[in-house]
């Protein structure tokens, strides 16, 4: 049984569905947004000069091509509501403000400290309370992309940073205001199929190599996010040697064959402190020995090899790869072509989904951080509230 639409969510659904198209083009003018939404001209002016006055959309003079009635372009109101994008990952966390068009604004990064859960939470607690201090009302929600697996805004385990649970909704409890959560490598692939290299695909498969590998399969630009919303922790596959136990406490896992830790063991170095930054030190090298380019070649029949058999197990359209992905896949050379196509089964052989480099790179987590923030203050009852508020 369906609930009805409140009358305030009735009156801000157009809204809304206008703040989509701003998002997917940032820019739009309002020409072809009355196309893209089969509105007339007539209502779609109204409909804008009534978000105008809700300080939601400005517009600004489009630039003429061709004929016809000259038309402006729709951009965020200078006092309209924000989100502030937080992503925590290995080395640290970012921060960036985002405006209804999706784009970042005034992205940070900052180092830990220390390996101490409460240190980082303190710095983000703080970059929170002082967001809330400087735009009061305008910030709307903060959204969280956490490298480790999350459930019902709690993290429950971060093996490369070595934290175990953690309540996150301490970051947002002081300012009072709505915190999304979502792991980093889900919302990457939110962020391409919303936004980047798979808009319009209807399955797609993302998987990004930093600290391990993890990734996410979508469906018409929404997650296959699981029971509990930790699916898509592909690095934790059997699919390395089962001597090797991985901090996450399972064997074989496949995250550690794909990242600087496996880089370090074929060149029988010890496991590096922070493998994403070891990794870059050789995939960023003009010139590498014949040791080197062995290793890396190991490494990128290792990615593909567990990309084909993903394939095999989940028909994606098509494979955004983001992170370290890209230039492991460029180092390997045919290496990795090879392993992808001997991974896969004989009939998918003919017609191979394409593996691409995703557009975000390693923005994807922030921008996905932004989406699912978006989609909560874009909502029609969040858009109702905003106008009760008296912004």
Known sequence: ????????????????????????????????????????????????????????????????????????????????????????????????????????????????????????????????????DRYGHRLRAVALAVAGIVRDEHLVQASTLGWG???????????????????????????????????????????????????????????????????????????????????????????????GRAIARHLGEPAPADPRAYALGFLERADTGPRVRDALAAVAQALAAGIAGLVNACDPDLITLGGLGPPIRRAGGTAFDRAYTDGLMAYRRGRPPPVIDATHGDDGPLHGAAIIGLDHVTSETALADWSATGH
């Open 1 to 132: 049984m369906t609930t009805p639409r409140s009358r305030a969510d009735t009156r801000w659904h157009s809204v809304s569905q206008v703040l989509a198209q701003v998002r997917r083009h940032p820019g739009i003018t309002r020409a072809a947004l009355a196309r893209e939404l089969d509105l007339t001209s007539g209502f779609a002016t109204e409909l804008v000069s009534r978000m105008r006055q809700a300080r939601l959309l400005t517009e600004t003079p489009a630039p003429v091509s061709g004929r016809g009635r000259p038309t402006t372009s729709l951009r965020p109101h200078p006092d309209g509501p924000l989100v502030l994008a937080i992503e925590l990952r290995h080395d640290g966390w970012r921060d960036a403000l985002v405006s209804v068009d999706g784009q970042l604004h005034d992205a940070r990064l900052h180092r830990h400290r220390d390996r101490e859960p409460a240190t980082a939470m303190t710095a983000m607690r703080r970059a929170v309370d002082q967001a809330r």
């Open 165 to 259: 649970p953690l309540d996150l909704t301490t970051l947002t409890r002081p300012a009072g205001l709505p915190l999304l959560v979502g792991n980093d490598a889900t919302l990457a692939g939110v962020a391409e199929a919303r936004t980047g290299a798979a808009t319009g695909a209807r399955t797609a498969l993302h998987l990004i190599v930093a600290t391990g590998i993890g990734g996410v399969l979508t469906v018409d630009g929404h997650p296959v996010d699981g029971a509990h919303g930790a699916a898509g922790e592909y690095g934790h596959l059997p699919l390395g040697d089962r001597r090797l136990r991985c901090p996450c406490g399972a064997r074989g896992c496949w995250d550690l064959e794909v990242d």
